[in-house]
Structure formats: C-alpha cells, structure tokens
C-alpha cells in the first residue's frame, strides 16, 4: 500500500455465494497430509499481505510472521528431538514433529505484543490469532490447503527459544500450507443453540 491509498474508498461488501460456500466447507487438513505443490513465492507473498488486513486496535501491527522452507523446519524438527525427550509422552512429543516437517511451507505467526496504554494485550494477542485465520482463507483462496496448529513446541521455554522468540513474544500459530490428495473429512461442529444468546 502506498501513501496515495491511504484514505481511499474501499468498495463495500456484497452478497458472493462463493465466499459463503468456501466459509460454510472450510475445513483444517491434517499437517502430515499436506505435499507439494505449495505456494509460490509470489502467492506466498498474496498469502501474507492478506493475511495481515485483520482487526487491529490501534493499528500496532502487534505481531510477525516467519516463513519457512523445508530445509528449516527439517533443522528445526532436528533440534527439537532432544527436548521431545523430555516431555510428558515423549513418543507423542516426537511423532508430532512430523507435522514440521511435511508440508511444503510454514507461516509460523509470532504474536509481539507492543506496550500501549489504550489498547489491552489482550487484544493484541486477539489480533495476532485472527491473523492466523486470515492466512488459512488466503491459501484456500488460492487454492491450497491449511493447518493452523501449535503443539508442545509452541510452549516449551527451550524450543521457543530456538525459534527466535523474545520477550512477551508467543507463539500464535504454525500455519502449514500445501496440497492433499484426497478431501479432508467433516468434523463435528457446535450446536449453536446450546452457545448463543439472543437479546432483544
């Protein structure tokens, strides 16, 4: 975006049976299940830039993303098998590495908080987690599909220190993208009655 579009004229929503669908279908693929082909780096680029026009109270930006290519999530995954070791079920901690590793891309979304009077961490940390769902509609608008995880990874002190992270900084989301071979299959799904309220 430049200077020149700040301020211009979005065009306002109208009624599109395809997002409808594409919302009412959506449906998370298992990690291990994604292959080639992945996104270009062009459609990584797509991925991202749509991804980031989420809610942000304050406009803080209050997250980053890190986006890795196989040879990474392979040193990664690497790294991580010592300290897979010790954790509670240390053959689960291990098999779930798998999921680092067999996707073709990973967006991994660090939420980073900035200090700031007005706007909660809360918040912030809200914004970075609805960044993560925006990346999951972008690479299924393009026409691949996505796992939004975390894993045991995502909270052991030692292991987010190898990814990088600093700080009041989290883990938010490991996106993993690719393609499957065959349809995920349906889920179970909330009985809203049992979840809403109506007020008058």
């Not at 109208?14 to 082909?37: F, G, H, I, W």
Request: aromatic residues 6%; neutral net charge.
């Amino acid at each position: 975006m430049t200077d020149a579009d700040l301020g211009a004229s979005l065009p306002l929503p109208v009624p599109s049976p395809e997002l409808e669908r594409r919302l009412a279908t959506r449906r998370s693929a298992p990690a291990q299940a994604l292959a080639a082909p992945g996104p270009s780096p062009a459609e990584v680029e797509r991925i991202l830039s749509l991804g980031a026009r989420t809610p942000d109270h304050g406009k803080l930006f209050p997250w980053r993303f890190l986006v890795m290519g196989p040879q990474g999530r392979a040193d990664l995954a690497r790294r991580l098998e010592p300290l897979a070791a010790r954790q509670p079920d240390p053959g689960k901690a291990a098999k779930v590495l798998s999921k680092l590793t067999c996707p073709p891309l990973t967006i991994l979304v660090v939420s980073a908080p900035v200090p700031n009077l007005k706007v909660p961490e809360w918040e912030q940390r809200l914004s970075a987690g609805a960044v993560c769902m925006n990346l999951e509609h972008a690479a299924n608008a393009l026409g691949y599909s996505a796992s939004w995880i975390t894993d045991w990874y995502s909270y052991d002190p030692e292991a987010v220190a190898l990814l990088g992270l600093t700080g009041a900084e989290q883990v938010a989301g490991f996106i993993h993208i690719g393609t499957l071979a065959e349809p995920p299959l349906e889920r179970p799904r909330p009985d809203l009655a049992s979840r809403t309220t109506y007020q008058a």
